[in-house]
C-alpha cells in the first residue's frame, strides 16, 4: 500500500512500529487465509458439536486466532485509504468487519474478511493469468511472413520458392506465404500446398496436434509442427 498525503503519514507511522511489515506479509497470503476461514468455520461449528461445545473458550479463541491473519492488512488498507479521503468497498468492508467485534459478532467479521481476502486473491490469479495468456498469444503471432513471388498467372508451388519477407500488415488476400516447420502462422488462412501438424492449443487449449492439408483452414498463431506449407 502507497499512501498519498494522510495515507503517507499512516504508513510511516505504520512502518516505523512495525505494523506495514506484518502486513505485507499477511496480505493476499492464500495458506493464511485459509488457514484463517478454516479456524472460523471451526468456531461456527463448535456450539453444535457436544464434544468441542464443553470448552467453553474455545469458539472465542479459534476467533482470536484467526481474526488477525486476515485483519490486520485490511485494518491498515483502510486506514489509509480514509486518511486519503477514499472510500471505497475495501473501507465499508474493514469498518464492518471490525464494527462487528463490538456487537458481538466477531465470528462474522472474520469470515467476511477471509471471504473477501479469498476474492481478491483468486481475482488476481485469474488476472495475471489472463495477461500472460494475451502476451503468450501476441507473441505467438510473428511481425513478418515468408510472401511468395509469383509473376503474371504462374500459381505458388514449392518448385518454385522464390520469397521476400514482408511485414504481415502488408500482407493482402489472396497472397501466398511459406510456412517451414517450427514456425507460426501469421494470419488465418488455408492451406494452399502442403500438409503438415499443427498446435493451436494456445488458441483452444486443446494441447493435441492436429493435421492439416490441401483446402484445409488454419488459424493465426497456429505453430507448424513440421513439414512445409503454403498457405493462401
Known sequence: VRGGGGGA???RMARAIGWADVADALREHLQLCCISLA?????????HVPLL???GRLPAALIAVAFPLVGVSAALDALVDIADGKINIHVLMALAAFASIFMGNSLEGGLLLAMFNLAHIAEEYFTS???YDVRELKENHPEFALLLETSG???????NLNYAKVPVHDLEVGSHILV???????VDGEVYQGSSTITIEHLTGETKPVERTVGDAIPGGARNLEGMMIVK
Open 153 to 159: 498467372d504462374e500459381s505458388a508451388h514449392f518448385s
Open 39 to 47: 479456524l472460523l468455520l471451526m468456531a461456527a461449528v463448535c456450539p
Open 180 to 186: 517451414r516447420a517450427g514456425e507460426a502462422v501469421p
Open 9 to 11: 503519514a499512516v504508513m
Open 53 to 55: 461445545n464443553s470448552v
Open 129 to 131: 493469468k489472463s495477461m
